[in-house]
């Protein structure tokens, strides 16, 4: 699977973006979705998923209520809706995915095995 994320860019506090994470291959529907997030300085961290079987989505405390992810298997592609953007939201966006990792392990980076290549999301205040 490959992954190519889309949508980021300069907004001011209080914005909406939507990034969009589209994918190759057929069975992309079988696989566990993730968003996460670095920063500058900043480990990796996870932002939300979408669980392959139950398409269940999982978040982050600091996004709950604000993001959404989605996907649209017809299109192969997976959406994050960043509502209310914060400046501490400043990071660059990373897209994964996986087709094996367990729901337990859902918001840990190293279970996933096929990333985007990024996409910068700067927030303004």
């Known amino acids: 699977v490959q992954l190519q994320a889309s949508g980021g860019g300069l907004v001011q506090a209080g914005a909406s973006l939507r990034l969009s994470c589209a994918a190759s291959?057929?069975?992309?529907?079988?696989?566990?979705v993730g968003w996460f997030r670095q920063a500058p300085g900043k480990e990796r961290e996870h932002v939300a998923s979408m669980f392959r079987n139950s398409g269940n989505t999982y978040y982050a405390d600091a996004v709950k209520g604000r993001f959404t992810v989605s996907r649209d298997n017809a299109k192969n592609t997976v959406y994050l809706q960043m509502n209310s953007l914060k400046p501490e939201d400043t990071a660059v966006y990373f897209c994964?995915?996986?087709?094996?990792?367990?729901?337990?392990?859902?918001?840990?980076?190293?279970?996933?095995?096929?990333w985007g290549q990024g996409t910068q999301v700067t927030v303004s205040s």
């Open positions: 291959g057929p069975t992309f529907n079988r696989y566990t």
């Open positions: 994964a995915a996986s087709a094996t990792l367990i729901l337990s392990t859902i918001r840990d980076s190293r279970q996933y095995n096929y």
